[in-house]
Structures are given as structure tokens and as C-alpha cells.
């Protein structure tokens, strides 16, 4: 089945700053990425995806990136602000199954 | 347009005890998919049910089983409940045109189940 690998597994910025979260997995039959962010006490919210034939995606200060070959994808996160703060997930899927990764804590500094 | 809603938001059962948990999915979804949250882990996948029938199930017993309603909402059945067990259950609604199809999964806010 699919793995997914997430790093880092906790993250520090200072506000203002940029913020990146990198994915790793196995099944190249994989075609569809999405990114959650999961605040305390909530349920994870789908905050931007990429689809396997599109290499880049960006929602405002959002964007994903993804490399078929190297079958890595990654977020990233410009301009953040406190309110960033949360856990992010990367997921893979091959189909209608979603294998999540560990999950990222990210901490903006004021 | 609703959300998706799940039900009830927290429970406390004891070993070997039977629990039920519901979900709503989004107005128009016709998939739901179940995931177990254990805490400092991400979702894995349960099952997913599309148009009333199993579509895919992840790496869980039998104990585990579920069922999806005309109206697309959903349940999440366990049976003979282990300490490990304890964790958020997460539903995600779909809107699917087939089961197969991956498409974007919104969540609701989970239930967290506490095994004793």
C-alpha cells in the first residue's frame, strides 16, 4: 500500500516569514494530493490540493508543489501569520483511499 | 449549504462495550468516508461507503463495521471496544460521481472516543 512520510514534524517561524512542509510516497499510482490543516479541537480542513498532472498550484499565500519523479510534494506557506498556526497533514491517493502523513506543527511567532 | 456534522462530540465507553457514531454529510455528497485519529497521528482510513455500499476498507477488523443511508448519512459501528480503540473518529463527505473517483474529502469536527 501507499506511505506517506511527512518532515518536519514540528516547525518554528517568525511571523512574516516563509513556512515549508515537505511529503514523500511510494505508490506512483498516486494522482492526487491534498493538504489539511487541523486546529485544536477540529477536524482537519482541506486547505489546497494539486492533481498529478499539474506540477504547481497557488491559493494566495498558498502553494503546492509536486514532482512525479521524485515522488515528493510540498507545501508552502509565505507571508504567515499567527492564525498558521496549526497542524498540517499531506495526503496521497492512488483512488478513493486517502493514506495521510504524520503531520506538521507549525508555531508563527508574533 | 451545511457542513458536515458528526454525532455525539465526545464518549466514554468501557472494554468490550459496542458504540455507534453518526455522521451528515454535505448537502449533495454521496460518499463518506470513516477515519481513526489516534492522538499525534494522521487519519487512517477506515472504510467508505458510496450509495449505500461498501466502496474500500483500510487495514481494520471485522469489529469495525458501518452503514450509509438513503440521505447519505452514515454510521461507524464497533464492537467488543479495545483500550486502543481510544481516539477521534473522523467522517468526510464526498462529492463523488463514482466511488472511485478521489475526490476532494471535506471533514467533519470528529468524535473522540475514550475506551476505559
Known amino acids: 500500500g501507499e506511505n506517506v512520510e511527512q518532515h518536519p514534524s514540528t516547525l518554528s517561524v517568525q511571523e512574516g516569514d516563509s513556512a515549508v512542509i515537505k511529503c514523500t510516497y511510494s505508490d506512483s499510482a498516486s494522482n492526487y494530493f491534498p493538504w489539511y490543516k487541523q486546529e485544536l479541537g477540529k477536524g482537519p480542513q482541506l486547505i489546497i490540493d494539486?492533481?498529478?498532472?499539474?506540477g504547481e498550484k497557488k491559493d494566495q499565500r498558498i502553494a503546492v508543489t509536486l514532482n512525479k519523479t521524485a515522488k515528493h510534494f510540498s507545501l508552502h506557506i509565505t507571508e504567515t501569520q499567527p492564525e498558521d498556526s496549526a497542524v498540517y497533514f499531506c495526503?496521497?491517493?492512488?483512488?478513493?483511499?486517502?493514506?495521510f502523513g504524520t503531520g506538521t506543527s507549525l508555531t508563527v511567532i508574533p | 449549504e451545511t457542513g458536515v456534522t458528526q454525532s455525539p462530540t465526545h464518549l466514554i465507553k468501557t472494554r468490550g462495550q459496542q458504540v455507534t457514531l453518526r455522521c451528515s454529510s454535505q448537502s449533495g455528497h454521496n460518499t463518506v468516508s470513516w477515519y481513526q485519529q489516534a492522538l499525534g497521528q494522521g487519519p487512517q482510513f477506515i472504510f467508505q461507503?458510496?450509495?449505500?455500499?461498501?466502496?474500500g476498507r483500510g487495514n481494520f477488523p471485522p469489529r469495525f463495521s458501518g452503514l450509509q443511508f438513503p440521505n447519505y448519512s452514515s454510521e461507524l459501528n464497533v464492537n467488543a471496544l479495545e483500550l486502543d480503540d481510544s481516539a477521534l473518529y473522523l467522517c468526510a463527505s464526498s462529492p463523488g460521481t463514482s466511488g472511485r473517483a478521489n475526490n476532494e474529502q471535506f471533514f467533519g469536527p470528529g468524535t473522540r472516543l475514550t475506551v476505559l
Open positions: 494539486i492533481r498529478s498532472n499539474v
Open positions: 495526503a496521497a491517493s492512488p483512488g478513493n483511499q486517502f493514506y
Open positions: 461507503y458510496y450509495r449505500e455500499e461498501e466502496n
